[in-house]
Structure formats: C-alpha cells, structure tokens
C-alpha cells in the first residue's frame, strides 16, 4: 500500500472508531460473501432442486397408480318404472316397480400399470436428465456473474477512495501554497496577481475534493448493495489495486476456452436436446396408450341408515382387471399443431445456439481489446507520477526562490493531480478488463490470471 493511502486509511481510522460491526473487506472476502449472499446466486441454486422435483414427476409415469375412492349416494326419490300386464282374458293391470335402495355406499381400490405409452416416460426422464445440466450450467454462470459484479464494485469503491485521497492532497497543497504566497504578498515579494491566481487554484480544488468524496460514498453504497447488506454497515477497504501481472494472451487459445468452458453454450446445448425430445413427446400424440387397469369394488345398498351399514355382511364385493388401449385416431389436428410448435422451439434453440456462439467470440475479442488498451495505458503513464511529483519540488523551489512563477508551479501541482488520478484510473481499468476477460472465457474468479 502506498505511504498516502497509508495515511489516509490511519486518518480514518483515527476519526472514526472501528465498530464491532464494521466489515473489513478484501477482494477475496468480497467475492465469498457475495456468493453466501448475492440473491440472484442463491436463487440459481434453488432451481436445483426444481429440477429434482420435475425428474421425479417425469419418471411416476413409469410407475403404477393406486387410487382409493369412495361415495355415498342418497337417492331422494327412487326411479320409478310402470309397465302394463293383460291375461287371457283382456284384461289389463298397471304395476310401479321402484329401482335401487335409499342409501348406497360404495369403496374402490383402483390400480393402473401404463404399459407403453409412446415413449412419452423415457422422453420426460431424458428431459428432466438435460434440465440437471441445464441447471449446473445457470448455477455456474450465476456463480461467475456474482464473482465478478462483486470484484468490480470492490475495485470500483477502492478506486473512488484513492481518487478521493488524490484530490483532497490537491486541495492540501492548494491551500498550503497558498500559504506561501500570501506570506510572500505581505512581504511584498509577488504581486497581488499571484495571490489571486493561488486564491482562485485553493478554490477551484474544493468542488473536485466534493465530488471525489461523493463518489467514494456512492461505490461503498453499491458495493454493500451487491453484497446484501444494510447501507448502515461500516465498511472498510483493506486492499488497494495491486499492479496487475497479465501474461501473453492468444486470442484463437482464449476463444477456444471459452466455447469449451462458458456455462451459457453448456445451457444452449441442454436447451437443443431438450427441444429435441420435445419434438419426439409431441409425436407420441399419434400413437396409442397401452396400460393395465385392476378395480376391486365394495358396494352397499341399504334402506335405511343405521349401524348395520357398515357390517361385513352388509356389503358385497366385484374385482376386474382390463387390458386398456386408448389411441387418438382423430384429435381435430390437434397433434399436428403440436408437434408443428416442437419443431420450431427445437430449430430456433439451434439458431440462438449459433448466435451465442458468435456472441461469445466477439465477447472475448472485445475484452482482450480493452486488456491490451488498459495496460498501454499503465505503461505508457510509467513513472509520470514520480515525474509529476518532483516538478511540483523544483517549482516551489524555484517560486520561493524568486525564478519561477506562480504559473509554473499551479501547471506542476495541475498536472501531478492529473497524473495521480490517470495513474489510477488505468490500474482500475486494467484491473477490470482482466477481470471481464476472464468471464468472458468462462474461469472461475480469482484475484490473479
């Protein structure tokens, strides 16, 4: 860590209190609370088990179905049928003859063995097999995605701080110059242009010191919200941006890791096979349903409700078993629009799988482009801090001295803020871009390539 961050974090420290509450974060403990807590994580992870829910729905079609039921049919009025007798003589008589007892009561056990059912089972197994690696491909993808959101926010808030630390050392050696001139005003050794010029540069430092500080509270309030916590919860940054090591990259290797390695290709190819079988589920809409049906039946018919209702002698007992065969002949089309509809959500899977594909090469491409900008930048910026540094020494020497002007030295302390602040951005942006790289090419998070 940098001797000034040093100061600062010692600043803060000192001014306010570490509560037992303040979390003390590093990039690593960033990461591992974000997957403990990142919501969109934990509700990757919860589709698991609905997968585990639809393989044991799909596979009971295989298994037999026991059903118990039971009825009891009060019959208000009786069905009443009237036919009429004639004897030898001609002689007709009209009789009632009333159908069916008042109460009935009646108890199944009713048994189904599907025996072939169009390959509609195994096809519901296959799917529900798919939709577990369907499933692992999203976890990891949403594992990747809060890694990395929660790295960015964490480099983002430690960024803001050392931006905010720059600024407030401008608006310090604002003010402290302008000490020295109006000293040297008073003494009549400059003019009272100086003093204004350094009046106006301690001035126009303060909006900028403003704004910097606003920022830094800003990342720690989106940091603490990738990370589910209260916007009460202290937070302190431990780490800064280290310098970031980055190897000699090829894109065609970082392009064929990625399409072995992004979960999101792995999730297209379950989606086509699953549409697949899909296709195959609709086509069963043409073949018959073969299954086994056994009923054993207890019926009771009484005139009144009493006890005697629910004595063993009361009811009488029938049992069938049926080889059933159910086949659609004609459904209205009803199949042919289906299977139609399966095979355009199989064609347009195979379509969006191409375009993913071509998404992700150009993802790769685009985030090696902004490693190799970021890090010409880092190089190309080099020792310009230090450089920075020693022309603001030389110029006050040189403004004390009488040789220099006040101008030079406001352009020297201009432009090491401006250095200071580039500095960081580039080893920000570096840092970034090697992070968005290696999500673009599917690894899994870590502080280093």
């Known amino acids: 860590m940098k001797s000034w961050a040093i100061i600062f974090v010692l600043i803060l420290a000192i001014a306010t209190p570490i509560s037992a509450d303040t979390i003390e974060l590093t990039r690593v403990k960033t990461v591992q609370m974000a997957l403990e807590r990142n919501e969109s994580y934990r509700s990757a992870l919860l589709e698991e088990d609905r997968i585990r829910g639809m393989y044991i729905e799909a596979r009971a079609g295989a298994f037999p179905r026991l059903t118990l039921e039971g009825a009891y049919l009060r019959n208000i009025d009786l069905q009443t049928s009237i036919f009429s007798v004639t004897d030898d003589s001609g002689k007709t008589e009209t009789s009632e003859l009333r159908f069916g007892t008042p109460h009935n009561y009646s108890l199944a056990l009713n048994l189904y063995q599907p025996l072939y059912a169009a390959g509609k089972v195994g096809a519901a197994i296959k799917i529900a097999k798919y939709g577990f690696e369907y499933t692992e491909a999203g976890i990891d993808a949403a594992r990747h995605s809060a890694a990395t959101q929660a790295d960015l926010a964490y ?18 050696l604002a003010d402290s110059n302008l000490a020295v001139v109006r000293l040297l005003y008073e003494q009549g050794q400059v003019s009272e242009y100086d003093l204004l010029r350094a009046q106006v540069q301690a001035a126009n430092t303060r909006p900028d010191r403003i704004a910097a500080a606003n920022q830094a509270r800003l990342a720690l309030d989106q940091l603490r919200n990738v990370l589910a916590l209260d916007q009460e919860d202290k937070i302190v940054l431990a780490e800064d941006i280290d310098e970031t090591q980055i190897p000699e990259f090829n894109l065609e290797t970082l392009i064929a890791e990625a399409l072995a390695a992004r979960p999101e290709l792995r999730q297209s190819e379950q989606m086509i096979k699953i549409n697949k079988k899909l296709v195959d589920i609709e086509k069963g809409g043409y073949k018959p349903n073969i299954g086994i049906n056994s009923k054993i039946q207890w019926d009771s018919f009484q005139d009144k409700f009493n006890k005697s209702s629910i004595s063993s002698n009361a009811w009488s007992r029938s049992w069938n078993v049926a080889l059933v065969l159910n086949w659609p002949i004609f459904s209205g089309f009803e199949t042919v ?89 580039a080893q920000h942006d570096l840092a970034v871009a090697v992070g968005k790289l290696r999500w673009a090419v599917g690894r899994e998070w870590a502080s280093k390539w």
């Open 155 to 172: 480099l983002d808030a430690v960024t803001a701080r050392e931006a905010a630390i720059v600024f407030s050392e401008a608006e310090r």
């Open 337 to 425: 629009g289906k299977v139609r509809q399966a095979r355009v959500d199989y064609s347009q899977s195979r379509l969006q799988d191409a375009q993913l594909t071509r998404l992700v090469r150009l993802e790769v491409r685009d985030a090696l482009g902004k490693v190799d900008e970021a890090n010409e930048r880092v190089g190309a910026l080099g020792e310009t801090v230090e450089q920075a540094r020693r022309g603001v020494e030389i110029a006050q020497v040189r403004f004390k001295s009488g040789v220099g002007t006040q101008l030079e030295l406001l352009d020297t302390q201009v432009a090491l803020t401006t250095a200071r602040v580039n500095r960081i951005s």
